[in-house]
């Protein structure tokens, strides 16, 4: 086979002179591209479709039928045109009511610029450069009011920070930012700092508010196997049947409310304050011994109807660890203890709670969403015997044998049934 060279084979082809076409080629080709303009949807493309083929019309000269062929073409590529002036318009436009930024108007500007002497863009274009005016006035505004308010804390810093000024004003600062947390916690370590009291109450306020919207979202969103925020704590949606959402807690690995509870013992009050949390502890101290001796002997048979975790549970920990908002939105479930396949325990009676725990059989059926809890944690089924309870290792494994219901070494991983629809935040 021949060696082709491909550079003498281009300069053989430049050097062969222009290629003709007859007019019927010229015409044919127009009429295509004028047939093909149904597909055509932008009106850009459609002027330069027409205005090519008005080209190749020309072309064709005398050709019969070329000439009025290319004063049709014109006429469409003229008609296009205006198509493609009022599709602009009405883009702008649009664009002119989205814009919120500086940026975004200077772009808009240009586009009515362009559209100059079609319609009113002449006073649009007027309107978007006052706009932008506006906002580029606004933002040196801030930045000066910024710069102001630095030099006033760099200025104040050493002569303010033993009064709580400087404390003072980067609370109101985080305050005014959204972050209300921090805010909050300034103004409560500032004491009656001039109004920080007020702004302490206010700021609980909007962080109470802040957290109730948070948790709507978290719990309207949830599916089956999600992880959401309701309370202080995280939960695993078990279930999602309409606006109801049932939840099972991720137990952190120590919590004042959930860690280390009997099933069946002195049941766990919660200090809210200091002199209460001394005297808890001078109690607790107190029967420490007598605790000891009892936990050594036999213990008395218990079922989750009875027991002091299922008091607790919906006591206190309902009480102080749930909002009245969130409180609200809680509904009452039916726990089904079940009695014990393997040992033959009978689990009592069903009970209606809005806080209660996960059975055996739950457990077993929810282990693929819920594997590992931090903590081995109670069930309510009871164990080998009445005296003892079923619970869940940290490692994922079901223990129907049980724990004996005086045992502290335990926590909890509690269930609740929560309706989105009533986390309405104000």
Known sequence: MAKVKFREYLR????????????????????????????????????????????????????????????????????????KTESDYRRAVLHLEEADSEEDLAKVSREFKKLKGYKDSGE??????????????????????????????????????????????????????????????????????????????????LMRRQKERNESKSVKKGHKGDTVRFGDYSWTVLERSGSARLLLCQTPKEDIFLSHISYDGDMKVISETEEEENAQTEQEDSIRGLYDEVFSGPGQD??????????????????????????????????????????????????????????????????????????????????????SAAYMTKSGVLMPYGNDVRSESLSVCPVILVDADRLTAE
């Not at 932008?42 to 072309?59: G, S």
């Not at 404390?167 to 209300?180: M, V």
């Open 12 to 83: 053989k082809k430049k050097n062969s002179g222009p290629v003709y076409e007859s007019g019927e080629g010229l015409v044919k080709r127009a009429k295509k591209r004028m047939e093909a303009d149904e597909l055509i949807v932008q009106p850009a493309y459609r002027i330069e479709n027409y205005e090519k083929a008005a080209d190749l019309l020309e072309q064709a000269g005398d050709y019969p039928g070329a000439q009025e062929l290319r004063r049709e073409c014109l006429d469409k590529a003229e008609l296009a045109k205006a198509e």
């Open 124 to 205: 649009l274009k007027k309107k978007a450069d006052d706009e932008a005016g506006r906002l580029r006035k606004r933002f040196r505004l801030k930045q000066a009011v910024v710069i102001v308010i630095i030099i006033l804390l760099a200025f104040c810093a050493a002569a303010g920070a033993k009064a709580g000024l400087f404390s003072y004003l980067a609370a109101r600062l985080e305050g005014r930012g959204g972050i209300y947390e921090s805010a909050y916690s300034r103004f409560v370590k500032l004491g009656d700092f001039l109004d920080s009291e007020e702004q302490a109450a206010r700021y609980k306020d």
């Open 302 to 387: 218990t079922v989750w109807a009875e027991s002091s975790l299922r008091s607790y549970l919906n006591t206190e920990v309902l009480g102080k660890a749930f909002s009245e908002f969130e409180r609200g939105a809680m509904l009452p479930m039916d726990t089904v203890p079940g009695s014990n396949g393997i040992y033959g325990t009978d689990g009592g009676a069903e009970t209606t709670d809005l806080i209660r725990l996960l059975s055996l059989e739950e457990a077993e059926n929810y282990q693929k969403i819920f594997e590992k809890p931090n903590q081995d944690t109670w069930l309510c089924t009871p164990g080998h015997d009445g005296t």
